[in-house]
């Protein structure tokens, strides 16, 4: 079955709408769409991204079988260099970054946190199709 042609939207639970949106748009640079009371829609990296009011304490993480806490996302960036240039910049913007790593696979990863504590991964190795 090849029918699934790519995913669309990711909904990510945030405690305040509006301090969300902010720091999407001021830290990762994403575009609003839409905002009300309850959620809010970004574009970042070629997707919308619900920005969902939560309950206290929720979050896109969830932990793994060892009991290590996991992200749900991984954006890609092309090549390690620019993943480097990632890492300092959000840095720089005082984001909760994690040391870049070799997982064992190709490439190098990154780890960085949003104001809501949801956990993203960043990977140096683009999609075939993105390679384009």
């Known amino acids: 079955m090849n029918v699934l042609k790519r995913v669309g939207t990711t909904y990510i639970p945030v405690n305040e709408v509006q301090a969300a949106v902010d720091w999407y748009v001021k830290k990762l640079e994403a575009e609003l769409s839409y905002r009300d009371e309850d959620k809010a829609i970004i574009h970042l990296a070629n997707q919308s991204f619900f920005l969902v009011r939560a309950k206290e ?18 954006f890609e960036v092309d090549g390690v260099q620019q993943l480097e240039v990632l890492h300092q910049e959000l840095n720089k913007r005082f984001i909760k970054t994690g040391e870049i790593e070799d997982r064992g696979h190709p490439g190098r990863n990154f780890v960085f946190y949003d104001l809501d504590g949801n956990l993203f991964d960043v990977w140096s190795e683009l999609s075939p199709g993105f390679r384009k």
């Open 57 to 74: 304490g929720e979050s896109a993480n969830f932990i793994d079988h060892s009991g290590q806490t996991r992200f749900s996302l991984t």
